[in-house]
């Protein structure tokens, strides 16, 4: 799904079909996604999201992406 503007992201992140979740990492994207069981596929930008993405591999909840 590509959503141009505002989503919807728990709603998405909530529903049964959902599979994974590619993210920047933000910090708020990370939770809802673990809330809701959804693996994430890591592709951090700047700041801090370099080090989420480490620690979401570290507690086994997704991989990040090697550019």
Do not use: R
């Given at each position: 799904?590509?959503?141009?503007?505002?989503?919807?992201?728990?709603?998405?992140?909530g529903?049964?079909?959902?599979?994974?979740?590619?993210?920047?990492?933000?910090?708020?994207?990370?939770?809802?996604?673990?809330?809701?069981?959804?693996p994430?596929?890591?592709?951090?930008?700047?700041?801090?999201?370099?080090?989420?993405?480490?620690?979401?591999?570290?507690?086994?909840?997704g991989?990040?992406?090697?550019?």
């Amino acid at each position: 799904m590509v959503v141009e503007g505002w989503a919807p992201q728990k709603k998405i992140l909530g529903h049964t079909s959902i599979g994974g979740f590619v993210s920047h990492c933000g910090w708020s994207s990370i939770m809802e996604s673990i809330k809701f069981g959804v693996p994430i596929v890591a592709i951090p930008m700047q700041i801090d999201q370099p080090f989420n993405a480490k620690l979401l591999e570290a507690v086994g909840v997704g991989v990040e992406v090697k550019k």
